[in-house]
């Protein structure tokens, strides 16, 4: 049999310089770039245990929290949702996953592939689920898993956590939430809000590269694995025999990525040096001055009810008879600027601009406006010349002096 391999000779690497604007991945600062070209050391290296406790204190810091089980899967955010119901869920069990768009749907697709019994209790793309439906669902039945996204990056809904935990404590169940989209961007105190389970994703607000997905795990959830009574149905995604690697002993469980680890650690230090509630205030003032350029702008958002709106992204419905990727792909070739389009029901529906880490910055959103302007105008879009810019800039204005000075 003749062979046709093709004997082309590939160029050096040269990605574009992209400002991404978009729900993840978002930019990230040299400094974690730096951390990411050191050199490599072996995975049970004694200098890398002490970079893995490093890890450790900084994921608990940020996560706030003193649980044990606390460490980056080698994994992407689907992987900390992977692991969160495989380790919770066997046969028998029952599960509620709250579904209010395509990430808290992910969490129940997951969830029906155990032999569990899952019940979706949802709401529209662009509302928070209502713990009341929840409570309803919940009625008189045992309920193992009560699983929310924080923050649905598919529709930038922000849902709060405390309503849930309540349903969950009168239903015995455990609270997961999927923090991929908010942790280091939205308030979270995981001990205090007594989340069972935690996980999020280093792509996002923690502006570390893609690949990792930190997860967290109270006592009592860890009593949950101890007692199964079949086994995970994961090799790779079983908390007890990974924390076997990340636990005390650091026993050799797989081989992790040790650059992107590195990367990571620098990533956070940046978050605490910063200090997570300034971090907080910098992503809520800056999405404020973001929503106030677009609503001059004649744009609306999918979110109505701005209790409901996450502060890390941003849906902007599509103006009718606009093209949503004429649109997204003006903004990259004249601009460098990266945003998303809508999924699943939302595709071709909505636009969702990402304000994450190192990309919530002033000078990242006023420049947005303006190249959204143009680019409106250029697709017919009628716009008050700079009424986005301006817009912004006074609610730059209007924000307290010392958030303002944290909103870089
Ligand atoms: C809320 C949420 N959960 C889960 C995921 C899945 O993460 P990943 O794409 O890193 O696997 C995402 C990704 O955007 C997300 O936003």
């Given at each position: 049999?003749?062979?046709?391999i093709?004997?082309?000779?590939?160029?050096?690497?040269?990605p574009?310089n992209?400002?991404?604007?978009?729900p993840?991945?978002s930019?990230?600062?040299?400094?974690?770039?730096?951390?990411?070209?050191?050199?490599?050391?072996?995975?049970m290296?004694?200098?890398?245990?002490g970079?893995m406790?490093?890890t450790?204190?900084l994921l608990?810091q940020?996560f706030?929290?003193?649980?044990r089980i606390?460490?980056?899967?080698s994994?992407?955010g689907?992987?900390?949702i992977e692991?969160?119901?495989?380790?919770t869920l066997e046969?028998?069990d029952?599960?509620i996953?709250?579904?209010?768009?395509?990430f808290s749907?992910?969490?129940?697709v997951i969830?029906?592939?155990?032999?569990?019994?899952?019940?979706?209790v949802?709401?529209?793309?662009g509302?928070?689920v209502?713990p009341?439906?929840?409570?309803?669902?919940?009625?008189?039945?045992?309920i193992?898993?009560?699983?929310v996204?924080?923050?649905?990056?598919?529709s930038?809904?922000?849902?709060?956590?405390?309503?849930?935990r309540?349903v969950?404590?009168?239903?015995?169940?455990?609270?997961?939430?999927?923090?991929?989209?908010?942790l280091?961007?939205?308030?979270?105190h995981?001990?205090r809000?007594?989340?069972d389970?935690?996980?999020s994703?280093?792509q996002k607000?923690i502006?570390?590269?893609?690949?990792?997905?930190?997860?967290t795990?109270s006592?009592r959830a860890?009593e949950v694995?101890?007692?199964r009574?079949?086994?995970?149905?994961?090799w790779?995604?079983?908390?007890?025999?990974?924390?076997?690697?990340?636990?005390?002993?650091?026993?050799?469980?797989?081989?992790?990525p040790?650059?992107?680890i590195?990367a990571?650690?620098?990533?956070?230090?940046?978050v605490?040096?910063?200090g997570?509630?300034?971090?907080?205030?910098?992503?809520?003032?800056?999405?404020?001055?973001?929503?106030?350029?677009?609503?001059?702008?004649?744009l609306?958002l999918?979110?109505k009810n701005p209790?409901d709106?996450?502060a890390?992204v941003?849906?902007?419905?599509?103006?009718?008879?606009?093209?949503d990727?004429?649109?997204?792909?003006?903004?990259?070739?004249?601009?460098?600027?990266?945003?998303?389009?809508?999924?699943?029901?939302?595709?071709?529906?909505?636009w969702?601009?990402?304000?994450?880490?190192?990309c919530s910055?002033?000078?990242?959103?006023?420049?947005?406006?303006a190249?959204?302007?143009k680019?409106?105008?250029?697709?017919?879009v009628?716009?008050?010349s700079?009424?986005?810019?301006?817009a912004a800039?006074?609610s730059?204005m209007q924000a307290?002096?010392?958030?303002?000075?944290?909103?870089?």
């Amino acid at each position: 049999m003749t062979q046709h391999i093709d004997t082309q000779s590939i160029g050096e690497l040269a990605p574009p310089n992209r400002l991404m604007l978009t729900p993840g991945p978002s930019s990230m600062d040299p400094r974690v770039y730096r951390a990411l070209a050191t050199p490599l050391v072996g995975h049970m290296d004694p200098w890398f245990k002490g970079c893995m406790d490093d890890t450790q204190v900084l994921l608990r810091q940020i996560f706030q929290t003193e649980n044990r089980i606390t460490m980056p899967l080698s994994a992407s955010g689907s992987g900390g949702i992977e692991a969160s119901v495989l380790n919770t869920l066997e046969a028998g069990d029952e599960a509620i996953i709250c579904v209010n768009g395509v990430f808290s749907d992910r969490m129940a697709v997951i969830a029906s592939h155990t032999p569990a019994k899952v019940t979706k209790v949802e709401a529209p793309y662009g509302k928070a689920v209502d713990p009341e439906d929840v409570r309803r669902a919940g009625k008189g039945k045992k309920i193992k898993i009560i699983g929310v996204a924080q923050g649905e990056t598919s529709s930038g809904v922000l849902t709060q956590i405390d309503p849930f935990r309540k349903v969950a404590d009168e239903l015995g169940a455990l609270l997961v939430v999927d923090a991929v989209a908010s942790l280091a961007g939205v308030p979270l105190h995981v001990d205090r809000q007594r989340i069972d389970i935690c996980f999020s994703g280093t792509q996002k607000a923690i502006s570390a590269p893609p690949g990792m997905s930190p997860i967290t795990v109270s006592p009592r959830a860890e009593e949950v694995f101890r007692t199964r009574k079949t086994k995970v149905q994961s090799w790779y995604f079983d908390l007890s025999t990974a924390m076997n690697y990340w636990g005390k002993d650091r026993l050799y469980h797989h081989t992790p990525p040790i650059s992107l680890i590195y990367a990571l650690r620098e990533a956070m230090r940046m978050v605490m040096e910063e200090g997570l509630e300034a971090r907080w205030e910098r992503h809520r003032v800056n999405q404020l001055a973001l929503i106030a350029g677009l609503e001059a702008m004649g744009l609306e958002l999918l979110a109505k009810n701005p209790a409901d709106r996450l502060a890390t992204v941003t849906a902007i419905m599509i103006p009718d008879g606009i093209d949503d990727a004429k649109v997204r792909n003006q903004l990259l070739d004249e601009f460098n600027i990266e945003i998303a389009g809508g999924l699943g029901p939302l595709k071709a529906k909505i636009w969702r601009v990402g304000l994450m880490g190192h990309c919530s910055q002033k000078a990242y959103v006023l420049l947005f406006l303006a190249a959204l302007e143009k680019v409106l105008l250029d697709q017919g879009v009628r716009v008050g010349s700079g009424a986005g810019v301006g817009a912004a800039v006074q609610s730059y204005m209007q924000a307290r002096p010392e958030a303002v000075a944290v909103s870089r």
